[in-house]
């Protein structure tokens, strides 16, 4: 008869305990799928109020809760940044929420969930291109061909709404396309930001400043909207969106990347538009022709081999400072 183990303790805790880095890999596909159901979400949401009306919900929220979370952080003492950097933050805030939400959000209305999930994964190749231009990595062949075979992906995919002259939907991604490199040049900027002074004041100070444009801009559209029609499903919707999937899902992220790393964190993205898809087609009714589905596997291996080439030396390297 085998003798039956009698390991207990805090041996037999460290076998039913999860290691770190799967908890932080179930976040990371967590924090993922929520971000590709939130494309059918928003489009249920926009089948009853305008789209001006979520951003303004959205940065009503988002604002306080970073504010409310620095304040958590620093024990209720505000930090304040440098003044170059403070007002770098502004400057960036207005550009990341203001202008590329608030495009990604008309976009994503305009258009439909899976193209704009699809579209927005090649924010990794415009990135690519904005440090080579900064002259911060030089691009070697592998992510020259990456970004051509991506570019000759979404023109695959995009075909059929420009042969059929759906000239809505195709501003829709052209507008989504256009916001991805607005959020590229955005990550790339605020990287030096958040290593001087945090991902959390980095958050609360350029969502405080873009939130601004957006409530003033939106305020009036919001009042004009037909918020009797709101249910407690789309209120729910509503708040989901604009908390758990917005501000929630990027502090997971920030925290899956500083346990996991930004390069075995990064292809969890490309799962998105897959999740993407599957809820389009579940909930929105969206079909998927052969051509748009070669389409989007041809444009999401050229982001990824794009992404995960070797990168080269710096273009022009920077002076040495003392």
């Known amino acids: ?6 390991a ?10 999860p290691h770190p880095h799967q908890l932080a890999l179930l976040a990371g596909v967590v924090t993922v799928a929520v971000w590709g159901a939130n494309f059918a979400v928003q489009k249920a949401l926009f089948s009853v109020l305008p789209p001006s009306a979520f951003l303004f919900v959205r940065y009503l929220i988002m604002p306080v809760s970073a504010a409310v979370l620095l304040l958590v952080v620093t024990r209720g003492r505000w930090l304040h940044l440098p003044r170059a950097d403070a007002w770098g933050l502004v400057g ?8 590329h939400v608030g495009l990604v959000t008309y976009g994503i209305h305009w258009s439909t969930a899976f193209s704009s999930a ?20 030089r691009l070697v062949r592998g992510q020259v061909l990456g970004v051509a075979v991506a570019c000759a992906g979404v023109l695959l995919f995009l075909s059929d709404k420009l042969i059929g002259r759906q000239w809505a939907a195709t501003g829709g991604d052209l507008v989504i396309l256009f916001s991805a490199s607005l959020f590229s040049y955005y990550t790339v900027m605020t990287k030096p930001l958040i290593q001087r002074h945090g991902g959390v004041a980095v958050m609360a100070y350029a969502t405080l400043a873009g939130s601004v444009p ?10 004009q909207a037909p918020w009797a029609q709101v249910d407690a499903l789309h209120w729910f919707l509503l708040l989901w969106a604009s908390f758990v999937s917005a501000f929630l ?24 538009p897959l999740v993407a898809g599957i809820g389009a087609w579940l909930f929105t009714g969206e079909r998927f022709g052969t051509v748009k589905l070669i389409g989007a596997a041809v444009t999401l291996a050229g982001v990824a081999w794009a992404q995960f ?14």
Do not use: K
């Not at 957006?214 to 009042?223: F, I, M, Q, R």
């Open 92 to 99: 960036l805030g207005v550009l990341g929420h203001g202008v």
């Open 1 to 6: 008869m085998p003798i039956a183990s009698s």
């Open 249 to 272: 899902g990027w502090l997971v992220w920030g925290w899956v990347n500083e346990r996991r790393g930004v390069g075995r964190t990064a292809p969890l993205m490309y799962l998105m």
């Open 118 to 137: 699809l579209i927005l994964a090649c924010g990794p190749v415009f990135t690519l291109l904005i440090l080579h231009v900064a002259g911060i990595e």
């Open 214 to 223: 957006v409530v003033l801009v939106s305020a009036w559209p919001a009042s």
């Open 8 to 17: 207990t303790g805090p041996a037999r805790q460290a076998e039913t305990t």
């Open 309 to 322: 080439s070797t990168a080269g030396p710096p273009a022009n390297p920077p002076a040495q400072v003392d």
